[in-house]
């Protein structure tokens, strides 16, 4: 009988090793993981604001070349579309 008891002792303090272990390990790799992506997004906000700031710079060059197009090809353009 004591025997058993013995084993079961030693069961459950193996059990409760295994579940310490188990829960350190989950919540090691949720902050890693939560970490990761907390520093990609920044860096790709960082990158992305960038980018698009050249991309707007960029339309905002085309976008007056073709204004200055349709000024030369069709010069009341402007009048016909603020009309509408």
């Not at 990761?36 to 920044?42: D, L, P, Y």
């Not at 710079?57 to 009048?79: C, G, H, K, Y």
């Amino acid at each position: 009988m004591q025997k058993q008891a013995t084993i079961m002792n030693a069961f459950v303090f193996i059990i409760s090793i295994v579940g310490m272990v188990l829960s350190f390990v989950t919540f090691w790799i949720l902050l890693a993981r939560n970490d990761r992506n907390k520093i990609s997004v920044q860096a790709g906000s960082q990158y992305d604001l960038q980018e698009l700031s050249t991309m707007a710079q960029s339309l905002t060059e085309r976008i007056d070349i073709l204004e200055s197009i349709l000024d030369a090809e069709v010069p009341d353009w402007r009048a016909n579309n603020e009309q509408h």
